[in-house]
């Protein structure tokens, strides 16, 4: 079961460093950037959407395939 995590957890980081070559952050339309002099406010609402989107797909459609 830890391996199956530590795969999962492998898998998701590096589709997200390939995510992150492919688009760079800050990129989608809702991600909220601040930028004054000597400060970067970055909050990526867009993104954890995004994310959160696909990392449910992904996971049900791995509860399905396991009944």
Request: hydrophobic content about 65%; charged content about 10%; overall charge positive.
């Amino acid at each position: 079961m830890m391996a199956m995590f530590g795969a999962l957890m492998l898998a998701v980081g590096l589709g997200l460093w390939l995510l992150s070559r492919w688009a760079p952050s800050g990129g989608l339309p809702g991600d909220i950037v601040v930028r004054r002099p000597g400060l970067v406010i970055y909050v990526p609402i867009a993104t954890a959407v995004l994310i959160s989107l696909i990392l449910t797909l992904v996971l049900n459609l791995l509860a399905w395939l396991r009944r």
